[in-house]
């Protein structure tokens, strides 16, 4: 029975003209996002072997390796190409010396301001726009269109429960609608091998990962057409609420959630820091004018040796002083900003969309731990770049200058830059992606549910006349 | 006669009464019955209650008060189980308009806990009900009202059910197809169905009715046999009896 109600269900809308549409417009897009995506990789990893390549020439005849400043870069992915998250936004670049502060730049978006204005065709943007609507589109009328159109009361004349027909209808659409997604995704993968980008295992299981997020996606819109189909009588309206729905779930929460944060939760911009740190550092500096006219010899010992000392005392004691404010100012700022972003999340996985989109970009890795993980691997390359510089250079940089003396007048022989120690970036292992994204994918299940229980309340109240 | 009276009844309404929320009182203490190889018309003017009748002995309304009964089943307490033993015609089949006859016939009679049978089965029924074969393939939309009819008592058929209710099959078709459509009833019910129809065709009630009630307002105000009509007027019966009840109202 189940069966025969998911059947037809199936039948219907893949015999309907819209459906042919339908997946007509989702094969085009999905196999132009998978062409796009995968041009723009080959194209990328093209750019990337260059600028590498560029970078060992820029070595060729230093002869010191603690002259050396270079640039390393977050590679290509594929599923960075497909799923673009925030991969396009953050710097790709880092100078590299053996000390001091690094910081990312050369974002995609930088480099051609165009793209940003237009942002790539991915597959998160076209499953949350493309198949929230058809879902919608296909199943706004699941329920009162069956009773306007007058089937419901023949079907509903035989001995059929109401929730087996109610899952029939959520089942069937779910497999109908799922036809269009997949089908066109499984070309996408041999459009990918066409252009010749093989991917690893675990590249193929996350990919298949961010289709299951999809489809999951596009159940949360099916209940919930289906449970508004049978709220509202009439088939117009349902499409019109649906309609209002879509907008605030994909347009207007997750935007919201960032603007409400962001007035809730206050961070301090880096000025007004600086300021702070500068207003505190006056202060300091007069506590140590004050110390310097109450310094007072004792008679015994040098006045010059006792006079250093005492102000080295009071400097050190200012540096540290600015040192923890400093950094507290700082760390507190970080915090703050860590609140606003988890709050904005928090809110935004209201959304289902959101939900879709992190879970989807968490696979892809490309979620917004991106940049702080490029960031945290480039420290730790800097490390292994600063000992190897070290190494090199024989001991501390005091030692190699004493050492340049010595062998004043011979030639000192060029570096070899392949010796530099390559940077390689490590995505996130499997386990992890997995574990980080659970969360989004059960909020996309209990949405499903609470919609789908909607749906069979709702619909065991319907007039079926 | 004796014998007769033994047999139980399929259909049944037990004091049937029916009050909407706006507090229109739709049905008004009806009672009736109808026995295998019987059928019993619900002769009345629209908004008398026939409607409203056939939704209750299909559960998708509930009395107020009273009871319907299939099969010695209450409607409202073993909906699942009471529906299993009747087949339904609306007035206006209404079917996917995607699918084919065939299509349709399928799927609404597999609804109906028929599995077994084979699409030459429903051809053979098709062809009983008069679909011509060009049809049976074609998609429903183009259909006319007539030739959706036809599928829809084509189901009914199939659907192999002890009772059958039929609410104004014949309004809207044509005086060939109303005929045709006449005497498949009168089939069925040599078959041994127990058959309900409403109607406000007067003659065609007559011609093959066992039963013809009249309503009028909620109310169950005539009901006469085969026999009991013979040689009466019904037209005139029935006018008198709409008459009657307006003046008793008035
Ligand atoms: N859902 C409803 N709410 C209120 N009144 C209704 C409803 N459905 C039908 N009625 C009224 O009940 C009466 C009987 O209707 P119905 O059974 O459809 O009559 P018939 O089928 O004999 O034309 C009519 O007066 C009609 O207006
Ligand atoms: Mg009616």
Redo the contacts with the bound molecule.
């Keep these: 029975m189940l069966k025969l109600l998911i059947e037809k269900e199936l039948k219907e809308i893949i015999g309907s003209p819209k459906f042919i549409m339908m997946f007509a417009i989702s094969s085009i897009l999905i196999l132009l996002t998978f062409y796009v995506g995968g041009i723009n990789y080959k194209k990328n990893i093209a750019q990337h072997e260059a600028a590498k390549l560029e970078n060992l020439r820029s070595m060729e005849g230093i002869k010191d390796w603690r002259l050396i400043e270079h640039n390393i870069y977050l590679p290509p992915s594929i599923l960075a190409s497909l799923v673009n998250g925030i991969s396009n936004d953050i710097g790709r670049n880092v100078d590299m010396y053996g000390r001091g502060e690094i910081r990312p730049h050369g974002s995609v978006y930088n480099e051609n301001p165009v793209y940003a204005a237009f942002r790539f065709l991915d597959l998160t943007f076209l499953f949350q726009i493309v198949l929230s609507l058809f879902s919608i589109l296909f199943t706004y009328n699941a329920v009162n269109g069956e009773k306007e159109s007058g089937t419901l009361r023949l079907v509903f004349s035989n001995s059929i429960p109401r929730g087996k027909y109610i899952l029939g209808k959520i089942l069937g659409s779910y497999a109908a609608l799922s036809i269009p997604l997949i089908i066109p995704f499984l070309l996408g993968c041999l459009v990918l091998s066409v252009l010749g980008i093989q991917l690893k295992g675990s590249e193929w299981f996350r990919l298949a990962l961010i289709i299951n997020a999809g489809i999951l996606f596009m159940g949360v819109f099916i209940t919930l057409s289906v449970f508004i189909s049978s709220v509202s009588r009439r088939s117009a309206n349902s499409f019109l609420l649906l309609l209002v729905i879509w907008i605030f779930v994909i347009l207007v929460i997750p935007r919201a959630a960032v603007l409400i944060s962001g007035r809730f939760i206050d961070v301090p911009p880096i000025d007004e820091l600086n300021n702070k740190k500068n207003a505190y550092n006056r202060e300091l500096a007069e506590t140590v004018l004050n110390k310097l006219k109450t310094f007072k010899a004792d008679g015994n010992e040098d006045l010059f040796a006792q006079f250093e000392k005492y102000m080295e005392e009071v400097n050190d004691d200012k540096d540290e002083k600015m040192n923890s404010f400093g950094s507290k100012l700082d760390e507190e700022r970080k915090n703050r900003q860590n609140v606003q972003s988890d709050l904005s999340l928090t809110l935004a996985r209201i959304s289902p969309a959101a939900q879709f989109s992190l879970a989807s970009s968490i696979i892809a890795g490309t979620s917004l731990t991106l940049s702080q993980e490029f960031l945290s691997q480039a420290k730790n390359y800097q490390n292994v770049f600063k000992t190897f510089q070290q190494e090199k250079s024989g001991g501390s940089s005091g030692g190699g200058m004493k050492m340049i003396m010595v062998n004043e007048g011979d030639e000192p022989p060029d570096i070899d830059p392949t010796e530099l120690p390559e940077f390689v970036y490590k995505e996130a292992n499997l386990d992890s992606i997995i574990v980080a994204s659970l969360g989004d994918f059960g909020l996309l299940i209990i949405y499903t549910f609470i919609f789908f229980a909607g749906a069979y309340m709702a619909f065991r109240r319907f007039d079926l006349r | 006669m004796e014998t007769m009276n033994k047999t139980a009844p399929i259909l049944e309404a037990v004091n049937l009464s029916k009050k909407?929320?706006?507090g229109?009182l739709?049905l008004n203490n009806v009672s009736f019955e109808v026995k295998p190889g019987e059928i019993f018309s619900m002769l009345?003017g629209?908004?008398?209650?026939?409607?409203?009748t056939i939704n209750i002995f299909l559960n998708l309304l509930e009395p107020t008060s009273g009871e319907a009964k299939i099969n010695g089943i209450v409607t409202h307490e073993s909906p699942l189980e009471a529906k299993k033993n009747v087949a339904f015609l609306s007035e206006n089949v209404m079917l996917y308009p995607e699918f084919t006859a065939l299509q349709n016939i399928d799927f609404f009679v597999k609804l109906g806990g028929k599995l077994n049978y084979t699409k030459s089965d429903y051809q053979k029924v098709l062809k009983r009900v008069g679909l011509q074969t060009e049809a049976h393939e074609k998609k429903l939309k183009g259909f006319s009202k007539g030739m959706r009819q036809k599928c829809g008592i084509a189901i009914a058929i199939l659907k192999d059910a002890p009772a059958i209710l039929l609410d104004e099959p014949t309004s809207g078709l044509d005086p060939k197809a109303g005929h045709e459509f006449v005497k498949l009833l009168a089939d069925l019910r040599d078959e041994g169905k127990a058959i309900l129809m409403?109607t406000h065709d007067i003659f065609r009630a007559k011609e093959i009715s066992d039963y013809v009630g009249i309503m009028n307002k909620g109310s169950l105000v005539m009901k006469k046999s085969r026999a009991e009509l013979q040689g009466e007027n019904l037209e005139q019966l029935y006018v008198q009896f709409m008459a009657g009840y307006m003046d008793t109202v008035a």
């Excluded at chain 2, 629209?46 to 409203?52: D, I, L, R």
């Design positions: 909407y929320e706006d229109m739709a009345g629209n908004g008398a209650g026939k409607t409203t409403s």
